[in-house]
């Protein structure tokens, strides 16, 4: 069966209530009858407005983070339990922001990525190479170990609440995304490392994002490659502007 494309928007630390609110819909309007799946992660603190606003529309409430265990003494953590009361459906771990700013580790993501399966939200993974790892020719390394760690314990009955994001970090935030051909090679090598983890062919069935740098100019180019599924957009999905031609890149 063929993949359905997955068009999220994170917006990383932007947007106040106000602001967050107002371009959700935004969004609700422009994105009405968008055949794609679709998310948005605003902040923590807007979650529950802008859950009102998408409640009851295609667009999938995300969160950016959340902590590794349940509950209790865990200053400045939010818990898988306070976004599923809010209406949260997603959320997306082991962005490269938290790996690389806030030392978070393939064990670390690994327990989150469990503990929200076990409260049935679904999951943005991240993974991808640095610069530096690039260079050295060991993108597909990184991308595999993080691949195969984050997913440790992971039963297949779980890879449908599953979605694998590739971001290359030389991509995110710089203007240069990868080209289509480098972040396709890519994904097929996500797609072989599942078959290893799990059954042949299983590879197939999982929907792999690509983000860095997606823009309304070069989604179209990205999306049609026959291993990316989908675009985890940053900067361009804090507009309606730029957001809604990435969602409706093959209108
Ligand atoms: P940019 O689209 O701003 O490069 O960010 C990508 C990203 O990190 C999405 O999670």
């Known amino acids: 069966m063929a993949r359905r494309k997955y068009i999220a928007g994170n917006w990383k630390m932007h947007k106040t209530v106000g602001e967050a609110v107002a371009l ?11 055949p794609h799946k679709l998310m948005i992660a605003p902040p923590f603190t807007a979650l529950s407005a802008v859950a009102s606003v998408v409640k009851g529309t295609p667009i999938l409430l995300g969160a950016q983070n959340m902590a590794s265990v349940e509950q209790g003494a865990h200053t ?9 009361d809010i209406g949260v459906r997603s959320v ?17 993501i690994n327990e989150k990525v469990k503990l929200a399966l076990k409260h049935g939200l679904e999951v943005v993974l991240c993974v991808g190479e640095t610069l530096e ?15 195969t760690q984050c997913l440790q314990g992971v ?15 030389w991509a ?3 203007g240069k995304n990868a080209t289509p051909q480098d972040a396709d090679a890519i994904h097929k090598v996500i797609r072989k490392v599942l078959d290893t ?3 042949p062919g299983t590879g197939e069935t999982v929907t792999i994002q690509y983000g860095g740098s997606v823009k309304p100019e070069n989604a179209r180019e990205l999306l049609t490659m026959p291993n990316i599924d989908g675009a985890l957009v940053g ?17």
């Open 24 to 34: 959700a819909k935004e969004l609700v309007e422009s994105l009405a009858g968008c």
């Open 76 to 84: 400045g953590e939010v818990s898988v339990l306070m976004l599923k």
């Open 92 to 108: 997306i771990l082991g962005h490269s922001e938290r790996r690389i700013i806030y030392g978070e580790k393939d064990g670390l």
């Open 133 to 147: 790892e690039r260079e050295k020719g060991k993108a597909e390394e990184v991308v595999t170990t993080q691949v």
């Open 155 to 169: 039963g297949e009955g779980d890879l449908p609440m599953i979605t694998i994001a590739y971001e290359p970090v």
């Open 172 to 174: 995110i935030g710089t």
């Open 197 to 199: 983890l799990y059954r």
């Open 235 to 251: 900067g361009a999905s804090l507009k309606k502007e730029t957001f809604v031609p990435i969602a409706w890149f093959d209108r």
